[in-house]
């Protein structure tokens, strides 16, 4: 994996899986004979990088996320909604699209 991906899932070199820069396609190469010549390296990284994976992927860790981003959503709308209210003259209503 490139050490930016890596970087961006917040997974650690040599932790879960073996990084190396996208520009260095010689140590990428190193780095998957390296993986695939140490069965214990392979072993401890496929365990490490398999428990990471039902820790962020599980349906309970998915719905609780979901029902986050749900509940931000829902607030945007609602402070939207206010601050359209704040800024409608008294007396007239606001205007509003199909769909709203």
């Not at 829902?74 to 003259?89: G, W």
């Amino acid at each position: 994996m490139t050490s930016l991906l890596a970087t961006q899932l917040g997974w650690v070199d040599g932790e879960q899986l073996l990084t190396a820069p996208a520009t260095d396609p010689e140590k990428f190469a190193d780095q998957c004979v390296r993986l695939y010549s140490d069965k214990e390296l392979w072993s401890r990284l496929r365990e490490k990088a398999f428990a990471r994976v039902r820790d962020e992927c599980s349906p309970e860790g998915f719905a609780e996320n979901l029902g986050t981003i749900l509940a931000q959503c829902t607030a945007l709308k609602s402070d939207e909604r206010e601050t359209a209210d704040a800024n409608t003259p008294s007396g007239s209503q606001p205007m509003t699209f199909d769909g709203d």
